[in-house]
């Protein structure tokens, strides 16, 4: 298959064939040429192509290094001068347009515009000694619903793209903090799939072409894996954020919700309740989650935004204290494949023989209920404004779009329907709330998806992130370091299948299809205690890596 | 006319007589004979009710001077052993029974029961030296929808009178902190009206029983101004503590929502979003406030109600600092009546001279279109619930409740109509926030309603509170010690009407009709920053005062 065929995105009528053609060509023409892989490595791509960057010649040595770094590293040797915010933006933008030739993952390029802005750093950073502020010069990658000044966006269909009259607030408070942007990335039509096939195209995971990088925030997590980006930003209402940095191997976070700006996102469904999605960062290392986090909230966005909690990150000395882990081997639902069921056995036995940590197993508590409950929130209108927004736009409807739409989970509710809705939700978080007190954990392990990356539009589980959702818990995800593996990684026998989610999941098994996708764990703590995730994490990770 | 018939309460059809009839005679029943007024008394009332706890002879010197302590003083006492918590539910619960004789305010009368609980405190005292919790021996009374186990309560209607199975979540912390429970307080029809009339009566304003104690927390706000209770509880969606609590000159707070215990509380309209109510002291010191909120967040009710956002109320240090103090004279929509303009131009001139407080004056941000906005959130099913609760109970609709559910406001919404109807709310929420930012005030300093405590059935502008409820800002009450004089307050000559509203407001004055009504004034701060309302409240009752 070409590279044109792997990535094909979402069709429509002749008329929104003829304007997303434009749009691509558009995106293809700000790819400089100089930018350019060979055509005949283009069709000819390795299953992993996360070594193009060093080996296609387009990258310096010195840029290959600085691309190589993490946020808190390039932030750092910005401050001390040893680095500019030119030479960083300019080394992530020549690996972005790299990136985006093997994975598709962009939807816009503006390097030139983020070399200036980056000028406008540097000149300021030699005229007053110091940095604007703590992310001065970082260049960080945007989703593609989170609006840039100028730049393109869309809220997950094709009718809704449009060029943005103004920063939202999460750009806006980064770029006052000292962000420069240079790409916007791809999501999925309706921005709800774990999967990331747009108009623009589909995006391919980098650590095998065959998967999915995961989704929404998914040309994210294949840029920040392909180190076009060491900051990315997504956003995560069911998983978007934690499924597709654990199909890439990152680090990310989906916060507390109402803890970071959302305000002026692209969104079909503003006004919706049911369930407030996060954002967060998709990054490649623990400690840039905490630089992240920490900067947004040194800005005090609730000043900005009257929606959001102001909170402070507060992280617990767990030096002091015995770190309590429940482990989730599976959820009652679905059973992990054998790849992740052997990353979680690993981390047990780990966890258990360190002194530091007190592991106990946790049984899950009606996830398959609270699945049926944040499915049925998701769309509480039956999916009516999914069908306005591709009718308007000429667009067909992808497979995994109708199927979040799809009975019995969604229904259209008039308001003492959602109403009743709302209240089951709640009921459900207070039961949830009252077990996990029982439970006394600090923070639960467990996997972030039955799987590792997925083939293409499989990914219809969500429930291993989405139950987090619902109840609003902080999650964490982080490379275990392993890889599915054939070898190791033969099928179990298990026996009947715990559900007819569970007999999808498994058919999905193929321990050759999966073969070097990364592995990675998720870390859940208690509404409010995104603190206690990020410390638990730091714990858990340092234990398995030693 | 007589008490009976000043005091009726909402009518039904023969079978709701009947059933209603039975629920009076058990309140009637459990006031004992030995507290009873004489009936020449009770056909015979003086306009101003408050004195007659102390003239009619049924309580003691000691239980007199006990219950004109505030619930600061009654903890300290009995923390250090001067006086008893038998003494001090037995004090209080005589004097609400002389309060319910003569403004209705009760709903549930079982002194017999808080002695058995106070005795329980008292042996613990005894046997462990030391006290329960920061509440101990404290008589709270509660409105009727908050739900104490064994005692009555109801959800705004006939037909949701129950007895309850167990403590909600508010009344098992206090008892947990030590409070001891003797009497549940009326609450009208619907719970959504500034006025105080259900199946069991209509509460009467011990100032002046021809006018309304307010609502919906209005047998609260009798009661604890007869001193039948000095701490109360009410809850407030869009005035229903601080509207009673200005009416009977008491002190109340709206908290910021979500941050107080409201799980398990009786409501016909769970699940709704649409606006988050609160729940909070109603007293007779500003000090008992803080002891309410400390006390409340000390139990950590986020573990309980996962709802709920984990706060610790912050006092600023205004010492130090310049009060900057935002006052608005009128709304911009409807303007105050005499008495209530008086109080405001008094604390105008006096904190003009004050040295620690910066006076600007607040023009309000489009109040008018915001109360549109809340009355639509409040019943967005049009009110079918309303009729549905009704129609169970073969309740009649009071006029009020007639009016709260009626054009152009209240709407039946389906999915789609509502997500727009919030996404408004979210709109004027951030204008308003970015206005308040600019206005640059640390508090708002306004009326809590057009007028002193008004006549019966007239209360149907709220956007005085109401406008902090769709922002979500904390909003203090507070005697200023001035009452409404007909010799004073005289009608002004203000031109033309501002609005329909307004005419409507205006056609209600009269100044011999409001003679002795407690004038109270209201203080805001900016969401979340609840210790800024109470400091900032302080700060002006001592100017206004001195």
Request: charged share 20%.
């Amino acid at each position: 298959m070409s590279f044109r065929e792997r990535t094909q995105g979402a069709t429509g009528n002749e008329s929104y064939t003829v304007k997303v053609q434009a749009l691509k060509d558009r995106l293809e023409s700000q790819i400089p040429s100089s930018l350019r892989l060979e055509p005949s490595l283009v069709d000819n791509l390795p299953l992993d192509v996360t070594g193009i960057p060093a080996s296609c010649g387009l990258l310096t040595s010195a840029e290959l290094a600085i691309t190589e770094l993490d946020a808190t590293a390039i932030c750092a040797k910005i401050a001390r001068g040893e680095l500019t915010a030119v030479e960083a933006v300019t080394a992530f933008g020549k690996r972005a347009a790299i990136a985006h030739q093997v994975t598709a993952c962009l939807t816009d390029f503006f390097l030139d515009e983020g070399i200036q802005q980056a000028k406008g750093l540097d000149e300021y950073y030699q005229r007053e000694g110091k940095v604007i502020g703590p992310l001065h010069g970082l260049p960080i990658s945007i989703k593609d619903h989170i609006p840039i000044k100028g730049r393109w966006g869309s809220g997950g269909f094709f009718s809704m793209v449009e060029q943005s009259v103004e920063d939202c607030d999460m750009t806006a408070i980064l770029r006052s903090l000292g962000a420069v942007f240079y790409v916007k990335t791809n999501q999925p039509q309706t921005i709800m799939h774990l999967e990331c096939q747009s108009c623009y195209g589909r995006t391919l995971n980098p650590y095998n072409l065959n998967l999915s990088p995961g989704g929404s925030s998914g040309g994210e997590s294949a840029l920040v894996a392909m180190k076009g980006s060491c900051m990315g930003v997504g956003t995560d209402g069911g998983g978007s954020i934690r499924e597709p940095c654990a199909n890439c191997g990152l680090y990310g976070i989906r916060p507390t919700s109402k803890t970071l700006p959302m305000g002026g996102g692209l969104w079909y469904q503003h006004g919706q309740d049911g369930i407030h999605p996060s954002i967060g960062p998709m990054c490649s290392s623990a400690r840039d989650m905490r630089l992240f986090i920490e900067a947004l909230h040194g800005a005090r966005p609730s000043l900005i935004d009257p929606d959001l909690i102001p909170v402070q990150l507060s992280l617990p000395d767990l030096s002091q204290k015995k770190l309590r882990v429940g482990i989730m081997l599976h959820d009652g639902v679905v059973m992990p494949h054998p790849p992740m069921l052997r990353a979680l056995e690993v981390a047990r036995a780990k966890l258990q023989a360190a002194p530091n940590v007190e592991v106990v197993d946790y049984v899950p508590y009606q996830h398959d209920e609270g699945y049926s409950i944040i499915r049925a929130l998701y769309y509480e209108d039956g999916g009516k404004t999914i069908h306005q927004m591709l009718a308007e736009g000429g667009e067909d409807i992808l497979p995994l779009s109708e199927w979040i739409i799809s009975p019995p989970y969604v229904k259209d509710h008039d308001a003492i329907g959602m109403w009743k809705l709302h209240d089951q939700r709640d009921s459900f978080r207070r039961a949830y709330s009252d077990y996990w007190n029982r439970q006394g954990v600090d923070v639960v392990l467990c996997a972030p998806y039955p799987g590792t990356a997925g083939r293409h539009d499989t990914a219809k589980y969500w429930a291993y992130t989405a139950i987090w959702n619902l109840v609003d818990y902080p999650g964490v995800v982080f490379p275990t370091g392993l890889k599915a593996d054939p070898a190791v990684d033969v099928a179990r026998d298990l026996g009947s299948p715990m559900s007819p989610a569970d007999e999808y999941n498994r058919s999905l098994y193929d321990p050759e299809i999966f073969v070097g996708a990364p592995i990675n764990l998720q870390v859940v703590a208690r509404r409010f205690n995104d603190g206690m995730a990020l410390a638990g994490q730091a714990v858990i990770e340092q234990i398995i890596k030693a």
